[in-house]
């Protein structure tokens, strides 16, 4: 009798899962599959089935073979028409975790530390309190921004005592390279810095990457010094007040200077020139000449620049950009601080440069000192920070009403209707949250 074909004709993979081997139909075999239905692990013997590579072609004495599979039955093996079938018992998947780890897991819970105890291990030095206070800091919840309000007030008497250095550049002009040289050569000299590294947020996925701490291998390592890079999260006043808080506790926490790594070139230069004593700016050779340098309002703030990647076959185009800079920062007029920006190359590759910036940045310190523009220009930021916090609060407060919440949707539907303008609809929620007519 010729036996039917193409009844259970499928691609293998698809119809019986994943074979550990493929032997030559013509042998005398043992193949291992697993039923779709039943989960239950079958041996098919060759009698009765042909094999053809890559398709599988189930050729099957009996028709009721048919009849049993376009059924829903759970167990076909034990029908009598299977009687060529040898079904082995199966094996359970084992849990993928350790239920006695598991266990144990659920009784660890995280301590929660009070005010006392995060105060207590800043001022000790303790990095890992440290950070867990950071985290309070960049924390969108109630109860974790008070705790953390709670922590900063009391960790303000000791504060204030740091040099706050911002560091911006173009993409690609070596930053974190920059930092993580700079970084080495500040704690040889036996100091204590710390990284605030601001990392852009995706528009999209709302994550960030934050690698910088990645880029500076060494320097993470280093008892010396501390990296916290933190997400921007989309909001560029909120991540400038949290990062600004976060200095607050590294001062507090006993760390002379501060280097804080902006997220490349914007508007967040302005945030973190507002918080910091010293600016400098990273360019690198090839980035124009000095008109497009007048162009550029970023260096309007640099109270330094450095030319990155001075070394090798570019050594030459640093020293050329280096003059190119320092001729169009001639045509810029004295800043307030009554201190003319200069131009230095440096390598982070050879470390050569580096005592020169720092020279730099001591001199710039001791000139702004000497005439009591350092201390005006902190009372300025102190000034600036609270009206931004005003703000900052007013916002949010604004947005958790919950007689804005019930409301706001209902006029952005009418807003995206053309029923009323942006304006009027604003005007009607402002109105709402004062309980008046908002001015």
């Known amino acids: 009798?010729?036996?039917?074909?193409?009844?259970?004709?499928?691609?293998?993979?698809?119809?019986?899962?994943?074979?550990?081997?493929?032997?030559?139909?013509?042998?005398?075999?043992?193949?291992?599959?697993?039923?779709?239905?039943?989960?239950?692990?079958?041996?098919?013997?060759?009698?009765?089935?042909?094999?053809?590579?890559?398709?599988?072609?189930?050729?099957?004495?009996?028709?009721?073979?048919?009849?049993?599979?376009?059924?829903?039955?759970?167990?076909?093996?034990?029908?009598?028409?299977?009687?060529?079938?040898?079904?082995?018992?199966?094996?359970?998947?084992?849990?993928p975790v350790n239920p006695a780890i598991a266990e144990r897991l659920k009784h660890l819970k995280k301590k929660t530390l009070t005010a006392d105890e995060y105060v207590t291990g800043i001022f000790r030095g303790d990095i890992n309190i440290l950070s867990q206070a950071i985290t309070l800091v960049e924390s969108a919840r109630i109860d974790h921004q008070a705790m953390a309000q709670e922590v900063i007030n009391r960790c303000l008497p000791n504060t204030g005592k740091?040099?706050?250095?911002?560091?911006?550049?173009?993409?690609?002009?070596?930053?974190?390279?920059?930092?993580?040289?700079?970084?080495?050569?500040?704690?040889?000299?036996?100091?204590?810095?710390?990284?605030?590294?601001?990392?852009?947020?995706?528009?999209?996925?709302?994550?960030?990457?934050?690698?910088?701490?990645?880029?500076?291998?060494?320097?993470?390592?280093?008892?010396?010094?501390?990296?916290?890079?933190?997400?921007?999260?989309?909001?560029?006043?909120?991540?400038?007040?949290?990062?600004?808080?976060?200095?607050?506790?590294?001062?507090?926490?006993?760390?002379?200077?501060?280097?804080?790594?902006?997220?490349?070139?914007?508007?967040?230069?302005?945030?973190?020139?507002?918080?910091?004593?010293?600016?400098?700016?990273?360019?690198?050779?090839?980035?124009?000449?000095?008109?497009?340098?007048?162009?550029?309002?970023?260096?309007?703030?640099?109270d330094l620049m450095v030319i990155t990647k001075a070394d090798g076959e570019n050594i030459h185009k640093a020293e050329l950009a280096k003059t190119q800079f320092q001729s169009a920062l001639q045509l810029f007029p004295l800043p307030e601080s009554e201190w003319r920006p200069r131009v230095y190359t440096c390598s982070a590759v050879s470390g050569a440069g580096l005592e020169e910036v720092w020279k730099g940045v001591e001199e710039f310190l001791d000139h702004t000192q000497g005439n009591g523009f350092f201390r005006h220009n902190r009372n300025r930021q102190n000034k600036y920070w609270m009206y931004e916090t005003i703000d900052e609060t007013l916002k949010n407060s604004f947005y958790r009403d919950p007689r804005i919440e019930a409301e706001i949707s209902v006029l952005e539907g009418q807003v995206l209707d053309d029923k009323i303008s942006s304006f009027i609809a604003a005007k009607r929620l402002l109105d709402l949250y004062f309980g008046g007519k908002a001015e």
């Open 1 to 95: 009798m010729q036996p039917e074909r193409g009844l259970f004709s499928s691609r293998f993979p698809e119809y019986r899962g994943e074979i550990p081997r493929w032997i030559s139909p013509s042998s005398l075999f043992i193949a291992p599959a697993y039923n779709k239905l039943s989960g239950i692990r079958l041996t098919l013997k060759p009698r009765f089935f042909t094999c053809n590579f890559p398709t599988l072609t189930l050729s099957l004495y009996q028709t009721k073979y048919k009849n049993a599979m376009q059924q829903n039955i759970e167990h076909p093996e034990n029908d009598a028409c299977y009687e060529g079938l040898a079904v082995n018992k199966g094996i359970e998947q084992p849990d």
């Open 162 to 302: 740091s040099v706050r250095i911002g560091i911006t550049g173009v993409p690609g002009a070596g930053k974190s390279t920059f930092i993580e040289a700079f970084g080495k050569f500040l704690t040889s000299e036996g100091h204590k810095i710390a990284v605030l590294a601001i990392d852009p947020s995706s528009e999209r996925s709302k994550g960030s990457i934050l690698g910088d701490k990645t880029r500076m291998e060494e320097l993470s390592c280093d008892p010396h010094a501390y990296i916290r890079p933190s997400p921007s999260a989309g909001s560029l006043g909120g991540v400038a007040r949290k990062t600004r808080e976060a200095m607050l506790l590294c001062e507090a926490a006993g760390f002379d200077i501060i280097l804080i790594e902006t997220v490349g070139v914007g508007q967040s230069e302005t945030a973190v020139h507002s918080m910091v004593d010293f600016f400098l700016l990273v360019q690198i050779a090839g980035a124009g000449d000095e008109l497009q340098g007048i162009k550029r309002g970023i260096m309007e703030m640099a």
